[in-house]
């Protein structure tokens, strides 16, 4: 049937009063933050992170536009915004969004300046370069024993292994980041959203995500008294050494403390130790970009040896990398920080059709990251190749909970919701986004946390957001409520409630690529006949490839079952739901 050109008048919405069901318009007030969960109170502080974009609360005239051909006559307002996602077109201020763009930008308000907006206009970015140290790493072994003591009651004792992979696949990397969003602190894709949590953390990187948040007020001190105080310096080499910055180098560092002799006092042991651990914390957790330096205020959080080992190492971790990713997916930004042993781990736990491949040493009782080989980006592959993957992804092309089988139920600490901290780094932590990576059905989740402040540009990421201590150490009282933890039937592990797909068209972007083929939002993960036998034919070749190991065979057992059950035991059904849940904006106070 042809289709006629129609005109639209369409308005923003008001975040902080957004209606996905009902579709209700309004406009929005010059400077006030839209989408907010909770707000400042009275006594608490704020702490600026590097990492909204000029003007972005400005009040939004009502336009007129035109759309053409992707809309009936006499369809419904809500339908036609609909009916642009699915065709890869939408509708701001009298100009079609570009392919997979949010059609309302009151979720992803820094989109301007992200590099997905760029990569439609054909402007490419390339490949990343990822910051590491992993080649400091090892080349300081600690041989005394009384040193090692202090070191195993550290709680750091994973990344002083052989955890950290020795290269990443910048390729790779790259290509996820282009989907990574600061609002969500998720991936994007079109069967919805993705991300790294606690689970994820503590299963990958064996690192405790309980304890103290990690940061303390002596951050703050003077990084000279630092240094004197914690590593018994002198004033003199400590100016040397900090060159009037605040970081010194590792290889300063494995200089002056690698020997500790039976005969050294105590004293000298704890210098020892606490540069060691320093070390390792500037080569994994918090690296930057100051190339081959660590910031001298983390010795703040080794002054007592002895409680070292109660803060939350993984939660500090992933609230680092979670603002490094957000600064990287600027179109102007070049490199990524970060500990990408994380991030890539998480890649390869989640997405097999990637094809890393498997550690033959690996056991289950070393962290979950240990189970891959790291491997280097092919000559002949490009971020683009990576790219269309991704687009084309389906839902049971994924293993969205892979741990399930290794640690059963998941702890309760990853259903924690609010701010999550590592050092001045504060950044929101969002588990109601991706519940099916826990086994839950997916509901349309809550509004994102407000930042206090924010500003971006094609090289920046700059937020605030409002931190209390008392919010994390009573964690217990901010989790995803149980009334919204909707178990997920076995064989349908992308299972999401009704009205999640056309939420999710409305709000998120599933594809970067300008060229992509099919837009539309895929929630149920259906897949023809032809690609699944692909797809078992693949794990087949993996399995003669990497040997026939009974954890390989194990392994490709597992994919395979996960690629029939559809065929096996039939379509998804309609995902049950509970009676009160909630399935719009966070209602409840967190």
């Not at 100016?239 to 004293?267: I, P």
């Not at 033959?360 to 980006?377: G, K, T, V």
């Not at 839902?395 to 139920?409: E, H, L």
Request: proline share 5%; hydrophobic share 35%; aromatic share 8%.
């Amino acid at each position: 049937m042809a289709r006629e050109r129609q005109t639209a008048s369409i308005r923003r919405r008001k975040a902080s009063e957004a209606s996905q069901a009902t579709g209700q318009k309004a406009k929005r007030a010059r400077g006030r933050p839209a989408l907010s969960r909770q707000q400042p109170e009275e006594g608490q502080f704020e702490v600026v992170g590097e990492q909204a974009e000029e003007g972005q609360f400005e009040e939004e005239e009502e336009v007129e536009v035109e759309v053409e051909e992707h809309f009936e006559e006499g369809q419904p307002e809500e339908e036609v915004h609909l009916a642009a996602a699915s065709s890869g077109v939408g509708i701001r201020n009298g100009e079609d969004v570009p392919r997979g763009g949010p059609l309302d930008r009151g979720l992803l308000k820094s989109f301007d300046t992200h590099v997905a907006a760029a990569i439609w206009n054909r402007e490419e970015r390339g490949t990343l370069r990822l910051h590491s140290h992993s080649r400091h790493l090892s080349k300081w072994r600690v041989k005394s024993r009384r040193v090692q003591e202090k070191i195993n009651n550290s709680g750091l004792g994973p990344l002083c292994s052989n955890l950290t992979y020795p290269y990443c696949n910048a390729v790779l990397v790259s290509a996820f980041v282009e989907r990574w969003h600061p609002e969500t602190n998720t991936f994007h894709f079109k069967f919805g959203e993705m991300g790294m949590t606690l689970d994820d953390t503590e299963q990958l990187l064996g690192l405790s995500v309980i304890g103290k948040a990690v940061h303390t007020e002596e951050e703050y001190r003077d990084p000279v008294t630092l240094l004197k105080d914690c590593l018994g310096v002198s004033e003199t080499d400590a100016r040397k050494a900090l060159n009037g910055g605040k970081s010194v180098a590792l290889s300063w560092l494995k200089k002056n403390f690698t020997t500790a002799s039976k005969t050294d006092s105590v004293q000298r042991v704890d210098y020892c130790a606490r540069a060691y651990l320093l070390f390792v914390l500037g080569c994994t957790l918090f690296i930057d970009k100051s190339g081959g330096k660590v910031d001298v205020s983390l010795l703040s959080l080794l002054s007592n040896l002895d409680e070292v080992g109660t803060y939350g190492w993984g939660t500090g971790c992933l609230a680092y990398l979670y603002r490094q990713l957000g600064t990287a997916s600027r179109k102007g930004v070049k490199q990524l920080c970060g500990y990408t042993t994380l991030l890539e781990a998480w890649i390869h736990e989640h997405f097999p059709t990637l094809q890393q491949p498997q550690n033959p040493n690996y056991s289950e009782e070393l962290p979950r990251a240990h189970r891959w080989l790291p491997r280097r980006e092919a000559s002949n592959v490009s971020v683009s190749h990576y790219r269309r993957m991704l687009d084309d992804l389906r839902a049971d092309q994924v293993i969205f909970d892979p741990y399930k089988d290794r640690r059963g139920d998941v702890r309760p600490i990853a259903f924690y919701t609010g701010p999550i901290r590592g050092m001045s780094v504060v950044e929101p932590y969002l588990p109601d986004r991706v519940l099916r990576q826990f086994g839950l059905v997916q509901i349309i989740p809550g509004d994102p946390i407000a930042p206090a402040r924010v500003e971006t540009g094609d090289k920046k990421y700059n937020v605030v957001y409002t931190w209390t201590d008392a919010n994390w150490t009573s964690w217990e009282y901010h989790v995803v409520p149980e009334v919204k933890r909707v178990r997920t039937k076995a064989d349908v592990p992308w299972e999401c409630h009704p009205d999640y797909a056309q939420w999710l068209s409305r709000y998120s972007h599933f594809t970067v690529s300008p060229d992509a083929g099919a837009t539309e939002v895929n929630i149920d993960g259906s897949a023809t006949d032809g690609l699944k036998l692909a797809a078992i034919t693949q794990e087949v070749d993996k399995v003669f490839a990497e040997g026939l190991s009974p954890y390989s065979m194990r392994e490709a057992l597992r994919h395979i079952s996960s690629i029939l059950r559809p065929t096996i035991r039939g379509e998804p059904r309609t995902p049950r739901t509970t009676e009160g849940a909630t399935y719009g904006r966070r209602t409840d106070a967190t």
